[in-house]
């Protein structure tokens, strides 16, 4: 698959941030997410490399027999393009991982296509409590 390369959106889809949210509902409270949602509403796209997010995640690239990646993967053959993903940032010194709010797929089958395959990310930090 390496001949096809993903193509990205400039920015995340407006359903991307409500789904993100409903992640972020597992890990934190109500306030606390409606500020992350919103932090990574405004936050810069930056680049990261589609291997560098697995590992601070600390997740597994998941096969390409699974469906989400599957169809994504479809997409990328076919010239299609991906939204952003959405992160949250992890912290190395209290050991908390980089947390994958919307994107999972995207990113396994971006690594599927390239480990080093580029992606834009919008990161938000949590508030340092």
């Known amino acids: 698959m390496k001949d096809h390369q993903p193509q ?11 789904a ?40 597994p690239l998941l096969p390409v027999d699974n469906p989400h990646v599957a169809s994504d ?6 010239g299609r393009v991906l939204s952003p993903i959405l992160l949250i940032r992890g912290d190395l010194l ?10 999972y797929h995207h990113v396994c089958a971006s690594y599927h296509t390239d480990e080093n395959t580029d ?7 949590p508030d340092p409590a």
């Open 73 to 78: 993967l479809a997409k990328i053959k076919a």
């Open 8 to 18: 990205w959106k400039s920015a995340p889809d407006d359903h991307d941030f409500p």
């Open 94 to 103: 209290t050991g908390r991982t980089l947390q994958i709010a919307d994107g």
């Open 119 to 125: 992606i834009p990310c919008r990161t938000a930090a």
């Open 20 to 59: 993100a949210a409903q992640y972020l509902s597992l890990l934190a409270d109500e306030g606390g997410v409606a500020s992350l949602v919103k932090a990574l509403h405004g936050a810069p796209t930056r680049q990261q490399k589609a291997k560098d997010i697995l590992r601070a995640a600390g997740l």
